[in-house]
């Protein structure tokens, strides 16, 4: 009994050796390649879908506003990295052209990385969005100085101001400011199209929770009976004055 138990052993130990020793089949190959290469990807701001509900209407206040600065911070960047490449911005050998040049450069890198910077799905609170989007709005701002400091009439401009000012014209700068009225207004009237939404979805109760639900209801009754020259760009700049908090 124990020599045939004995040899049942050895038999399996042999079988299990012979298979180790056989070749794997590309399949099992390719399948193990395929889910060593799946990852995890955590949902960005700009993928997460407008939610319906109460929530509806700050979720779409964030959505618009960060594709808004997103265009913004993209469009500048672009015009930026053109003017660096302008010939014209190296006629000026002076140190002011170098703090200039540093400044442009300076402009590449963060705008780039606001950009390609994400909000995780798990940190999309209130909170967060704020200081997110307020994040992205620091860095268009210094565009927006910048631009505004080599344009100016008012004041005199140096000749390194003047090149400067030149070739952000060259490169769009006018009609990106154009754009960006026309995309500003097409954000209030979005804001509009889902406070309108957003509103037949709350009680009487509701409407009067806190100051900034009562102050977007009287803005809100007051775009509806077109009153004080309340038109629809009116209204949306009071929602964005009333919900943008930072």
């Not at 399949?27 to 193990?32: F, L, M, P, V």
């Not at 701001?45 to 509900?53: L, M």
């Not at 997110?132 to 101001?161: C, M, W, Y």
């Not at 490169?171 to 509009?192: M, S």
Request: charged share 30%; aromatic share 10%; proline share 3%.
């Amino acid at each position: 009994m124990f020599k045939r138990t004995s040899y049942i052993v050895i038999f399996l130990l042999l079988l299990i050796q012979l298979i180790s020793c056989l070749p794997r089949s590309s399949s099992s190959d390719s399948i193990e390649s395929i889910l060593t290469g799946i990852t995890t990807i955590t949902p960005s701001v700009g993928e997460i879908e407008v939610s319906s509900g109460h929530n509806s209407f700050e979720d779409a206040f964030h959505k618009g506003l960060i594709n808004f600065q997103n265009f913004r911070l993209q469009r500048t960047n672009q015009i930026v990295k053109d003017v660096l490449a302008d010939p014209s911005m190296y006629s000026i050998d002076s140190e002011a052209m170098q703090k200039e040049l540093s400044l442009l450069r300076k402009y590449v890198a963060d705008s780039n990385e606001a950009l390609n910077k994400v909000l995780p799905a798990d940190q999309f609170g209130p909170y967060t969005r704020f200081l997110f989007a307020g994040d992205k709005d620091v860095v268009i701002q210094r565009f927006d100085r910048f631009n505004r400091s080599h344009a100016s009439k008012t004041e005199p401009l140096t000749p390194e101001q003047r090149v400067i000012g030149d070739a952000l014209k060259k490169r769009g700068v006018l009609e990106y400011d154009k754009e960006v009225d026309k995309r500003y207004k097409e954000y209030l009237h979005y804001l509009v199209n889902e406070f309108e939404i957003y509103v037949k979805t709350l009680s009487a109760a509701e409407k009067e929770k806190d100051k900034d639900m009562k102050d977007m209801m009287a803005a809100w009754n007051a775009y509806t009976k077109h009153e004080r020259g309340m038109d629809k760009t009116a209204f949306g700049q009071r929602l964005f004055q009333i919900n943008w908090k930072l």
